[in-house]
């Protein structure tokens, strides 16, 4: 699959959009259920806590699948995502509160490979102030 952004519309340099996500603890007992890991660090903050982390924390992945979101929604298909990786830096620390935590999320297209169709995007996530996710990059097939 191929995204409906024409690879002959982005540079070097383009930004996409940039997006907050609001994460609460219901949010990550949801994913809990969803992907199956239950580790009490993500729901249990005595558990936590006792572990050495300043509160319970986000799941990694779910961490990752909300950066993810920028480029698949900036390319319109997330089947034109060809490769995805990241590098844990920090974990997104969520509060027992209404509130909880916020991941912002910015990104721009960093390389363009004319024969094959691709760009590399490269995005920068935070959480509380502090870069959350390393290496964080996507290869993205445009039409």
Known sequence: ???RISYDEVE?????PVRSFPVT??????????SGDFNPIHWNEKFAKEVGLPD??????FTMAEAARVVTDWAGDPGAVAEYGVRF??????PNDDEGA??????K???KDDENRTVRVDLLV?????KVLGMSRAVVRLA
């Not at 070097?12 to 996409?16: I, K, R």
């Not at 603890?25 to 969803?34: E, I, Q, W």
């Not at 319970?56 to 992945?61: C, D, F, P, S, T």
């Not at 916020?102 to 990104?107: F, T």
């Open 126 to 130: 935070k959480s509380g102030g502090q």
């Open 109 to 111: 297209v960093a390389v």
């Open 25 to 34: 603890r219901a949010d990550l007992v949801r994913y809990a259920g969803a």
């Open 102 to 107: 916020v991941i912002e999320v910015s990104g």
């Open 89 to 94: 830096t920090r974990p997104v620390v969520v």
């Open 12 to 16: 070097v340099g383009t930004e996409l």
């Open 56 to 61: 319970v924390i986000a799941h990694g992945m």
């Open 1 to 3: 699959m191929t995204a």
